[in-house]
């Protein structure tokens, strides 16, 4: 069984602080994503990243895949709180349909 | 612009009642995924169609059953509820599945409530 696992699980910082967010597995992903939920809403995709090593930037996010491709890390700089949410990690196997999604972790970011 | 479409948003039931969540897309996608998200668990997969016609299980899919009525539409049923089954429902679709750049695009969610 694939298993995604995030960390921290809670994280509370204030505005303009740095904060990263770490997503690992013991399985090889072809693919891994990043989403972002707000309370009452579906995820909705930030990013995917492909190619093990690859780093991609988003405004103040940045993102990259573990050179195995098993884990992935989220790195956002100077924190906003509107960037508060409940972040998600998503692996897709190769060959299959099924995407595993993370444990997740849910950032507040005080104003 | 709808996207994915669930209904009901909400909904209570009593132990041992059925019920169908359905969705559907507008978006022409070929895949459609059914997940439940539970404090501390992220989503989980029950059921997923790749294409119109098919059907496989996911992570969690005891207690539950899939429909997939065409290629908008995908309705997950709970024959008999439980208090197990009280979650967040979330239906997906994508265009196409297995690739690595398929995205999913999510319905808003449809809480349910056994008692």
């Known amino acids: ?111 | 612009n709808a996207g994915v479409t669930q209904t009901p948003k909400f909904q209570v039931l009593k132990t041992g009642q059925s019920m169908t969540l359905q969705c559907a897309q507008d978006m022409n996608h070929n895949s459609m995924y059914w997940y439940r998200q539970d404090p501390g668990m992220g989503l989980r997969l029950i059921y997923y169609s790749a294409s119109e016609g098919t059907t496989d299980k996911g992570e969690v899919p005891n207690g539950y059953n899939v429909s997939r009525l065409n290629k908008r539409e995908f309705s997950l049923r709970l024959e008999s509820a439980a208090p197990s089954q009280t979650s967040v429902y979330f239906c997906a679709s994508s265009e196409m599945a297995g690739s690595g750049a398929n995205v999913l695009t999510f319905g808003a969610g449809s809480r349910l409530t056994v008692l």
């Open chain 1, 1 to 111: 069984t694939q298993l995604l696992e995030q960390s921290p699980q809670f994280l509370s910082i204030q505005e303009g602080e740095n904060l990263t967010v770490y997503c690992n597995s013991s399985s090889v992903f072809s693919s891994l994503q990043w989403y972002r939920q707000e309370p009452g809403e579906g995820p909705v995709l930030l990013v995917t990243v492909v190619t093990g090593g690859e780093v991609k930037k988003l405004k103040r996010l940045t993102f990259q895949f573990g050179d195995a491709r098993k884990d992935s890390s989220l790195h956002i700089t100077a924190a906003q709180p509107g960037d508060t949410g409940l972040y998600l990690c998503a692996g897709a196997d190769s060959g299959t349909y099924k995407y595993i999604f993370g444990t997740g972790t849910r950032l507040k970011v005080l104003a």
